[in-house]
């Protein structure tokens, strides 16, 4: 069994920054998403990355704020968010993909095999 661990959420203030991180054993070899739930919302892709890095992509509503990359000599996808606005408060949830390349469609959640239990994004005053 595969298990993802998230770390970094927390509390910031509008136009602050936080830098989520997924771990796990082996990631290196598999593109990784980013995922966020709202509550009483639907699940949503935020951004994916392929094994190699020669392919990012970003949901349209956080372009220009948020950045992923990796370590694959850590087995750690990070997710680097500027900017953040209260709508961007979710439940931010790491998901392995089943091979190196993102999805063709990544924000489906059925796209993924493996998820973490997620972290807790709050954006207020």
């Known amino acids: 069994q595969v298990r993802l661990v998230e770390s970094g959420g927390g509390l910031v203030q509008p136009g602050g920054s936080l830098r989520l991180s997924c771990a796990a054993s082996?990631?290196?070899?598999?593109?990784t998403a980013w995922f966020r739930q709202a509550p009483g919302k639907a699940r949503e892709g935020v951004s994916c990355?392929?094994?190699?890095?020669?392919?990012?992509f970003l949901t349209d509503s956080v372009k220009g704020r948020f950045t992923i990359s990796r370590d694959n000599n850590l087995n750690v996808v990070y997710l680097q968010m500027n900017n953040l606005k209260p709508e961007d408060t979710a439940t931010y949830f790491c998901?392995?993909?089943?091979?190196?390349?993102?999805?063709?469609?990544?924000?489906?959640?059925?796209?993924?095999?493996?998820w973490g239990k997620g972290t807790l994004v709050n954006v207020s005053l």
């Open positions: 082996g990631l290196a070899d598999y593109a």
């Open positions: 998901a392995r993909a089943r091979a190196s390349l993102c999805p063709f469609e990544w924000q489906r959640s059925d796209g993924m095999e493996y």
């Open positions: 990355i392929n094994s190699h890095d020669d392919g990012r």
